[in-house]
C-alpha cells in the first residue's frame, strides 16, 4: 500500500509518499509559511518525481497536532478533501509523535517539544523501545519555565528535540541535565509520518476521513482574542 504524508503543524510544509519498500520521495520547505499555496503544488511535484499517480495511494496519513492552527487546518482541510475525492482511509499521528521517532535510538528519555507561540510550549515525553518510541505522558502546553520543572522532577537524562526546545533553550536546560537533538530534527517530518502510518496500515488502524480529528491543547487565536474581548466588558 502507498501512503501520502501531510505535514503541516509547524511552520514546515513537509510531504512524503511511502509504502512497504520505506520512504519513496520527500518533499519540505519550512520558509514563508504559504501553506495553503505550497501544499498542493508540493504533492504534485513528489507524484511527478516519484512517478506515483495520486489513484495509487491505498491512505492518506495527517499530523493532527498539536501545532499551529493555520497550518494544521490546511494539511487537514487537504488530506481530508483528498481522501474522501480518493475514497481511501486516513491515518492520524500526532507531531510531537513524529518528532520523538527519529530519536528511536537514543539511550535515555525524550522530550519533543513545539513552540506554540505566545510563550508557550506543547511538549510530551517518551522513552525508546524496541522498534520506536512509546509515548510516556499525555501532550500539554506549557511555558519553558512548566517544562523545566518538569524535567528536574523527573531527575533523568534527557534529550530534547523540536524548534521549541531551541528557541527556549537556556530556560529549559536551567540546572537540568538534558541535551538538545540538531537543528534538522526541529520540525516534525512526513518521513517518519508515512513510517509510522503504514506499520498502522498494515494492522488497519485507519479511520474514515471524517472522524480524524485535531489535537490543539488551547483554542485557536481568534476565540482567545474574542473571550478576552468579552470578559473585559
Known amino acids: ?16 509518499i511511502g509504502g512497504h519498500e520505506g520512504v519513496l520521495g520527500m518533499f519540505e520547505v519550512s520558509r514563508g509559511r504559504r501553506h495553503a499555496e505550497t501544499l498542493i503544488p508540493a504533492v504534485e511535484f513528489l507524484c511527478a518525481q516519484a512517478d506515483v499517480q495520486i489513484d495509487e495511494f491505498g491512505a492518506i496519513a495527517v499530523d493532527i497536532g498539536p501545532g499551529l492552527f493555520t497550518g494544521m487546518r490546511v494539511g487537514l482541510a487537504a488530506g481530508k478533501a483528498m481522501a474522501q475525492a480518493l475514497r481511501i482511509p486516513m491515518i492520524g499521528i500526532s507531531s510531537l509523535d513524529l518528532l520523538a521517532f527519529p530519536l528511536r535510538h537514543a539511550d535515555r528519555t525524550i522530550a519533543a517539544v513545539i513552540d506554540a507561540r505566545k510563550g508557550e510550549l506543547f ?35 534527557v534529550v530534547c528535540v523540536g524548534d521549541g526546545a531551541l528557541r527556549y533553550r537556556e530556560e529549559i536546560a536551567g540546572g537540568a541535565a ?27 488502524e ?18 482567545i482574542n474574542w473571550s478576552t474581548r468579552e470578559s473585559a466588558r
Open 1 to 16: 500500500m502507498l501512503i501520502l504524508g501531510i505535514e503541516t503543524a509547524t511552520q514546515q510544509v513537509s510531504v512524503a
Open 123 to 157: 511538549y510530551a515525553f517518551y522513552k525508546p523501545v524496541p522498534g520506536g518510541v512509546q509515548r510516556v505522558t499525555e501532550p500539554v502546553v506549557g511555558r519553558a519555565a512548566d517544562l523545566a520543572a518538569d524535567l528536574m522532577a523527573r531527575g533523568q537524562n
Open 178 to 204: 538534558c541535551d538538545f537533538a540538531e537543528q534538522f530534527l526541529a520540525h516534525p517530518s512526513a518521513a517518519p509520518l508515512v513510517q509510522l502510518a503504514h506499520a498502522r496500515a498494515l494492522r488497519e
Open 206 to 223: 485507519w479511520v474514515n476521513p471524517w472522524e480524524i480529528q485535531p489535537l490543539y491543547l488551547r483554542a485557536p487565536d481568534a476565540q
